[in-house]
């Protein structure tokens, strides 16, 4: 039960509670702000009230919480300045031979089956770069969401409605973490806390045992219930009762609830969560390469162009338009996503030069081909000249 002064108990079962309330508040008179919703026994799926501006429609549990879009006065507009310029003289070489040398045989020493002589005899025949652009846009977002929480009350102070009105879910501070990365917190909402008898144990701190259901006893191990043994002896374990101590209640009949962790009474406040989330829109230009463009997600390449504000604007002036028209179509299609739904903290939009080089070679008079990719120096062979050395039985 709650310590003295801490908690005024209504004649309904809820409480509003207060430090140092003055006893003017009579009792029962929480009963008629805080409408009892839940009745003893019941599984708590309703939440306890619903009243509480700027968090109607919140719900008990782990649902995943009540999305709250932030005021249009917190969506963030672009600043000036206009669209960026990009550099335009962007062409890199191919990879030096040297380099496609050394990593088709490191490639080859990497798998198992592959016997590095087409590589280490192979001769050159045609170095072709293909310039490869990634265009890709990360749009930072906070979004905040709410949920009722409840936890056993352990005589803690109760910051309920009565000291002031709930702030408003993003009228609450919370310090924004490293840009761009993924994370999520949550925050007890002030003067959202409520107590509410138990529903689990009627307030009682404990419940009837499962096992023995309240009996104190359960049928004997050792005889299952009989009695006697298998030479008709009296059973020593139960002296012949056929009944022994119930190990699950250790004899009392209840066991301690685990909703309110025996304490009778719960707490209940609103959890603001907020979850900050990078989100990434990404295109690489198709350059008729015939390299398969899914590899391009494991490399890194060089960047060319780099755009953070709180809002970008579309690259316009790009050499290759395909570049152009991915920036427009992902701010675009961003906006509509995230602007109304959530809080745009950040966009980033980069462009990287992605190497890619087509090997021609020749070994044992036939021609075949591979490709060098990624600063990584990759390589993708899709028609090696020796496979299966140990796969051949
Ligand atoms: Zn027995
Ligand atoms: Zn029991
Ligand atoms: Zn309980």
Request: hydrophobic fraction near 30%.
């Amino acid at each position: 039960m709650a310590a003295e002064g801490q908690a005024i108990r209504a004649s309904c079962g809820s409480y509003g509670a207060v430090d140092q309330m003055p006893h003017a508040f009579a009792e029962g008179s929480f009963g008629a702000i805080v409408p009892d919703l839940m009745t003893l026994g019941e599984e708590p799926s309703a939440p306890p009230i619903d009243d509480i501006s700027g968090y109607e429609g919140t719900a008990l549990g782990d649902g995943g919480g009540k999305d709250l879009p932030p005021p249009s006065n917190l969506v963030t507009d672009r600043g000036g300045g206009g669209p960026p310029s990009a550099q335009t003289n962007w062409n890199i070489p191919a990879v030096s031979e040297d380099t496609a040398k050394e990593a088709f045989i490191q490639y080859a020493a990497g798998k198992c089956c592959y016997s590095s002589t087409p590589a280490k005899e192979m001769v050159f025949r045609d170095l072709h770069p293909f310039n490869t652009y990634r265009y890709r846009l990360e749009t930072f977002t906070e979004s905040r969401s709410s949920e009722w929480k409840t936890t056993p009350y352990k005589g803690e102070f109760v910051d309920s409605f009565l000291l002031g009105p709930a702030p408003l879910p993003w009228d609450i501070q919370v310090e924004v973490p490293t840009m761009f990365t993924d994370t999520k917190t949550s925050v007890k909402v002030p003067h959202t806390s409520l107590l509410k008898d138990c529903h689990n144990c009627r307030s009682s701190g404990t419940i009837r045992c499962t096992k023995c259901h309240g009996r104190r006893k359960v049928d004997c191990w050792v005889c299952h219930g009989s009695g006697t043994r298998m030479n008709d002896d009296r059973c020593s374990h139960c002296h012949g009762s056929g009944r022994s101590r119930c190990n699950s209640c250790s004899g009392s009949g209840h066991k301690t609830c685990t909703i309110c962790a025996g304490k009778g009474q719960l707490l209940y406040y609103i959890e603001l969560q907020v979850k900050w989330k990078n989100n990434i829109f990404e295109y690489v230009a198709d350059q008729r390469s015939g390299f398969p463009a899914d590899f391009f997600k494991e490399v890194t390449g060089q960047k060319m162009f780099v755009d953070e504000q709180s809002m970008v604007y579309p690259v316009v002036n790009f050499p290759d338009p395909s570049i152009n028209q991915a920036s427009e179509k992902a701010v675009v299609q961003h906006h509509t996503q995230f602007a109304s739904t959530s809080r745009v903290l950040r966009q980033r939009q980069t462009i990287e030069l992605i190497p890619l080089t087509k090997v021609e070679y020749e070994w044992q008079g036939k021609r075949y081909s591979y490709y060098v990719y990624g600063d990584e120096n990759r390589v993708y062979a899709e028609n090696y000249p020796q496979k299966c050395c140990c796969s051949v039985l």
